[in-house]
């Protein structure tokens, strides 16, 4: 009999973080839910290794050994989709990741649900940019998007084609696509389905708190200009060493008082958002037509 494994992906924005903190740990009476910090070394492998069928096996008797149990296996990563903040030269894309998780699980023992979360490319994209000042960038959106395009980080956001990348390699009903914004809309139903679809009928109980706040308009250009004095992983030649490796500017303006002050929602540069609604509107069309999400407009 083969074992049952959800696996969700990501993307990076799309409610992971809170499913991670107040959803999945609560589900421990019908599945096994690892988190990132049980599989932390088999996830970066997995993330950023080119893998040996020697290393597939390690992996997989690792994971294995860990949740030892016949319940379903519950993995939650939004790396696993992707590696957006990577300053790497070259990245490992999400296609090869999903071939290497079939590797891991293979069909023949392994019945593997693929759970994808996404958002309109320009807001995610538009957070993913406040998350890099956040953590210490300082270089301008137009800058950090021509490298993200260079490293190739910004192809990972083809949604149609990862889609089907998902359903040829797992199969085409192994998947469960969550719409951000519907989930925004309507937290309990979006909630509600993605539980069904793993076979759980009810919602457990959950604090309704924000799990992630972002930079408004004025924290993101203090910080940004606080940052370039400060080294961090993302400026790594700055005059004045931090603690830990965590910008001064976040200690500052990550706090209710600087909210309070003053909290204007931040947008990409027009033009930067006309190039990327450019980049994605062909696969947008076709996602549009065979999933029924329209990301093909130009506002959402």
């Known amino acids: ?65 860990i949740a030892e149990t ?4 519950l993995i939650s990563y939004e790396g696993l989709s992707g590696n957006p903040m990577s300053m790497r030269k070259k990245i490992k894309d999400n296609l090869t990741i999903l071939k290497d998780l079939r590797r891991i699980f293979p069909e023949e023992s392994y019945d593997v649900h693929i759970i994808v979360g996404v958002r309109w490319q320009i807001e995610l994209l538009t957070s993913l940019y ?11 959106a137009p800058v950090v998007f021509e490298e993200w395009e260079r490293l190739g980080v910004l192809d ?18 192994n998947y469960y696509l969550m719409q951000y914004e519907r989930f925004r809309e309507s937290e309990m139903r979006e909630l509600t389905a993605l539980l069904q679809y793993m076979g759980i ?41 931090t603690k830990r490796r965590l910008p001064l500017s976040r200690v500052l303006l990550q706090n209710r008082a600087s ?18 609604h450019a980049k994605y509107q062909d696969d947008n069309r076709l996602f549009s037509q065979y999933y029924g999400i329209d990301y093909t407009k130009t506002d959402m």
């Open 156 to 173: 990972g956001y083809y949604y149609f084609h990862y889609l089907e990348q998902i359903k040829h390699l797992f199969g085409s009903n």
């Open 259 to 276: 909210f309070m002050l003053h909290y204007q929602r931040y947008y990409l540069p027009e033009s930067l958002q006309q190039v990327l």
């Open 1 to 65: 009999m083969r074992k049952t494994v959800y696996i969700h992906v990501g993307y990076h924005k799309t409610a992971t973080t809170f499913l991670q903190k107040s959803i999945y740990p609560k589900l421990t009476n019908e599945m096994t839910y690892l988190s990132r910090g049980e599989i932390q070394h088999y996830l970066y492998q997995i993330r950023h290794k080119k893998l040996s069928e020697k290393q597939i096996l390690q992996l997989r008797s690792g994971i294995e050994e």
């Open 130 to 140: 406040v998350q890099y000042i956040h953590q210490g960038g300082y270089k301008q």
């Open 70 to 73: 016949e319940k379903p296996l």
């Open 201 to 241: 009928t009810e919602v457990p109980e959950y604090s309704a708190a924000k799990v992630n706040r972002s930079y408004g308009t004025m924290q993101l250009k203090a910080a940004q200009k606080m940052n370039y004095f400060f080294k961090t992983p993302f400026n790594p030649n700055a005059p004045i060493p």
